[in-house]
Structure formats: C-alpha cells, structure tokens
C-alpha cells in the first residue's frame, strides 16, 4: 500500500523560504512519476513540480519557475520542494502525489490520474 507523508510546511513572510519533504513508501523505484501539488482556497487544485523516473524529466508550473527546485532522494525514499523568494500567492496546502506507471512529469503534473496522495501540509506567506 503507498504511503505518502509530507512535512515542512509554515508561517513564512514574502520573500523567505521553505523545504518541504515527503517521506514514501510501497511503490517499486523502477518507473513512477511523482510531484508536487497546491490547493489555495477557493482555487482548483494545481501542479507545481513533478518528476518522471522513467525518462528523467521534471516540469514546473511557470508560477514557480525558477523560484521551486524539486529534488529527490531515492536512498531515504524522500521527495523535496526546495521553495526560495515566496510569494502570498504561493500559500495553500501542498500535497504529494506518485503514480506508478511511465509517464512524464509534465503529464503527471498535469492529470494526475490514479495518483496516490498524502494528507498535505499547509504553507502560508504573510507578513
């Protein structure tokens, strides 16, 4: 059964940063697509970052480019989303999300279908 568990998420001013993580488990590392997702309130959910083990590829929404790095650590089986220069706009509660098949990022981030989820973790940037 996977299980994702995300952590990290804060109170952060405009401009500061945040690391979340996300701890996985029951899922083969030989081919899956894994991200990160966003929820503000009253807004449908997005992708932010995702990654693809089957060709290598990584997506970020253009609200995040070049502010988000997604990363990962297949020895602690351990997603990341290193986010710098935050923005209020940025706030809302971010889930982790991994589906088991080959595909890329992008269409992982994009629809992700028959993803399982994590519980989310909420991120606020407020002065």
């Known amino acids: 059964q996977v299980q994702l568990v995300e952590s990290g998420g804060g109170l952060v001013q405009p401009g500061g940063s945040l690391r979340l993580s996300c701890a996985g488990s029951?899922?083969?590392?030989?081919?899956?697509?894994i991200g990160w997702f966003r929820q503000a309130p009253g807004k449908e959910r997005e992708g932010v970052s995702c990654?693809?083990?089957?060709?290598?590829?990584?997506y970020y929404a253009d609200s995040v480019k070049g502010r988000f790095t997604i990363s990962r650590d297949n020895t602690k089986n351990t997603l990341y989303l290193h986010m710098n220069s935050l923005k209020p706009e940025d706030t809302g509660v971010y889930y982790c999300?991994?589906?088991?098949?080959?595909?890329?990022?992008?269409?992982?981030?994009?629809?992700?279908?028959?993803?399982?989820w994590g519980q989310g973790t909420q991120v606020t940037v407020s002065s």
């Open positions: 029951g899922f083969t590392l030989d081919y899956y697509a």
């Open positions: 999300a991994v589906r088991q098949a080959i595909t890329t990022a992008q269409a992982m981030c994009m629809k992700p279908q028959f993803a399982s």
């Open positions: 990654i693809s083990s089957s060709d290598g590829s990584t």
